[in-house]
């Protein structure tokens, strides 16, 4: 296990990891806004594709104004696109096409292994800013002897949400195992409340009960994921059928929303801040999205990490931070300027912009960065399992195996149509097309 070199405030060295996310990636691209800082005095324009959730356009924004104020001569301009595997396939489109904008943001781990990025990005190995990130960012980003990838956004974890007032008006627990996570949703619908909330409008949200019990896999078969990247281990075996087990369990127990198949990621959200549901499994970067929909809710929703068998063994999954990248496509002045805009987004003031424009999801990646004090609940609730190193990386950070069709085949089976064994069966599937176009061996 490495050590991954974070801090908050008080400056605190939060250890973590190994090597290391969910690909959780409305304008559609083509959409664009921009800003100059500098009363239109700009000489070299540039586009900044990102995601279009609220809190990607906000950090954007956050980092763009911060940017032109220190270079007045360069524009930013900002292009967004949606998230999940159509996100995904917009991104590898562009790229294959040359279409790619100077600079986009998308996943690290095994998505970014998928993007050729040998082939489709400028290294950034040589840039003085390398050095100041946490080692176990720049190993996700890295591809061959060369980095190629900046972080944005936070290391995070997936696990859940949860609405904290409730828990403490029916006098709950946080549980550390399934059967009292279960036990909880069977107090919560007793009392009227719809326990778990799902949001598969948007099928990548899908996805938490599957990734976020990579801890409990990895905890009960350390090998796991070299294992699993030899294809020696599967998804349709114990331990990693569980997580598909547990969405079949609580689809069957009725303790979804009714409208779970048309909600979207902010209306689940806004079930959670406002008490309507109990707990959402995701990521912790999503408290910035009710910081920035519902303040006056942030303190009501906590944290805690998705509970497997065994209390012994409780801890939290986490994920690296997406990341920057520059296209090959990239030359020129465009291509410094492009260089330019990566080196402040890993900066102290890129940090600080980022989280004056949203609220930090978790520890930054840029080793000089604090949290500032006034983080959300939930991300409180996160912090001591980093210092206490009771953490494991995503799968897709210690593997570069993930089909691109799990979030389809996790909205079935959490849905009730396809059943926990024939959903991982059908993505054991899935992921050998993925290891063959990876070219890895034993596949």
Sequence with gaps: MKSMRARRAPATALALLA??????SACQAGDLGSADGGGGTASTTITFLTGNEEVDMLIADGLIEGFTAQ???IAVQVETRPGGGEGDNIVKTRLATGDMPEVFGYNSGSLFQAINPQQNLVPLTDEPFIDGLDPTFTEVVTA????????IGTFRSGGVLYNARIYEELGLEVPTSWDEFMANNAEIKAAGIDPVIQSYQETWTSQLFVLGDFHNVAAESPSFAEDYTANRAK???EPAVRGFQHMQEVYEADYLNSDFASTSFAQGLQKLAEGEGVHYPMLTDAVSNIAAAQPDRIDDVGFFALPGDDPAKYGATVWAPNAVYIPTTTEGAELEAAKAFVAFVASEEGCRAQAEAAAP?????????????DVPRAVQDLIPFFDEG?????LE???????????????????GIRSAEDGAVLYDEDVQKQAEQLGLPGW
Aim: proline share 12%; net charge negative; charged share 15%.
């Design 361 to 373: 999801g978790g520890p930054f990646a840029v080793t000089a960065c604090e949290l500032p004090t």
């Design 19 to 24: 090597t290391g996310a969910l690909a959780l």
């Design 390 to 394: 009771n953490v494991t990386p995503a």
């Design 71 to 73: 270079n007045p001569d």
């Design 235 to 237: 998804y349709s075996e």
């Design 397 to 415: 950070f210690a593997s570069p195996v993930k089909g691109p069709a799990l979030e389809q085949i996790t909205v079935e089976v959490g849905s």
């Design 144 to 151: 061959g002897e060369d980095v190629y990838g900046a972080p």
